[in-house]
């Protein structure tokens, strides 16, 4: 049993967390969400992290067929580490990672800051993990009895909700 939580938990389907703890069984398994509030006392061995709590990004390119891939891409400001076309604000926003190493992450996270300032901490995290495995019909969020992959969000001030340099993920 292994229990985690930070000031943020995004959880997908536009449900974001606050004050609440992740419990998971050794298998990685979520078994519980307990909200602190309700708590008498404090969750025991819980570490808590300074950032935001997300499911792992979710590489939209390695799930759907090259014809469907290119219909998508015409709908939508799809964004990768290599390449950020010009951005339409009147459409959804898919960024996809793509198995890139942390360097290149950050430093693609660090053009997206001087480019477009006005992105917020939940439409990257919705674009990096959520709207990609929506489209997919992927079970890619943090609700009880699933298994995602943990990650924790560092470079984004939490009262703005804005990026700041520089941005990157790890699993926890």
Known sequence: MSRVSSQLIFCGNDNILKNTVIERNAA????????????????ARTIFYNGIISSNPFSISEHLDSETFFNLKKNVNYFTPDEIPAYNPQKKLIIDLKGTDQKHISAFFNQLIAEIP???????????????????????????????????????????????????FTII
């Not at 307990?34 to 006392?41: A, D, G, K, W, Y």
């Not at 901490?121 to 009895?145: L, M």
């Not at 298994?147 to 340099?165: A, C, E, N, Y």
Request: some cysteine; proline content about 6%.
């Open 28 to 43: 990685g398994k979520i078994e519980r969400l307990i909200p602190l509030e309700v708590q008498q006392h404090e969750t």
């Open 118 to 168: 006005q992105l917020s901490s939940e439409q990257i995290i919705n674009a990096a993990c959520y709207y990609p495995a929506f489209i997919c019909q992927s079970d890619n969020v943090i609700i009880e009895n699933n298994d995602p992959v943990l990650v924790l969000w560092l470079g984004f001030d939490l009262r703005s909700g804005k990026m700041i340099s520089p941005v990157s």
